[in-house]
């Protein structure tokens, strides 16, 4: 059964780039992140919601209009998106490979927008109303500068 939809969905969804997004996390899980201790190779992340804002269009009367998608398409991206930021790392996260073989060759570190399949990563839990998800590190399949380039 899924679970409910987070709280601040609807601010992260106004986030009007992913690095903005990535410092309002940062801002919200502040004061939590220090209470949080994660285990082994588990990596906290919490997902990537794109910007509800679609384009902005200035009237004759020099207001700026957004134009914004649906609620529905911010929803779709806590159950289908592919691309989330880490915001807590285990000890031996990145250390060891799926078949318990020493890491080889880049990985990733708190801040980055990683990418992995969603169907195969961890569990979803709600932190600080934000959705998040506990997935192993040799689950991540690369880092992204821009989350959007994935979905």
Not at 52 to 60: A, C, G, P, Q, R
Not at 62 to 90: C, H, P, W, Y
Not at 91 to 110: I, L, M
């Amino acid at each position: 059964m899924p679970m409910a939809i987070p709280r601040r969905l609807k601010d992260l969804s106004e986030c009007p780039s992913a690095e903005a997004q990535k410092e309002l996390l940062f801002k919200i899980f502040k004061e939590t992140l220090p209470r949080l201790q994660i285990f082994g190779s588990d990596l906290l992340v919490a997902t990537h919601i794109r910007s509800n804002i679609l384009s902005s269009v200035k009237t004759v009367d020099g207001n700026i209009v957004n134009i914004r998608s649906t609620d529905q398409t911010s929803q779709e991206d806590l159950f289908q998106g592919k691309a989330s930021l880490i915001l807590a790392m285990g000890p031996t996260a990145f250390q060891y490979d799926r078949f318990n073989a020493k890491w080889q060759g880049p990985s990733a570190k708190v801040g980055d927008w990683v990418m992995f399949r969603f169907a195969e990563a961890g569990f979803d839990v709600d932190i600080c109303g934000c959705y998040c998800r506990f997935i192993d590190s040799s689950l991540v399949r690369g880092v992204v500068e821009d989350p959007a380039l994935v979905y």
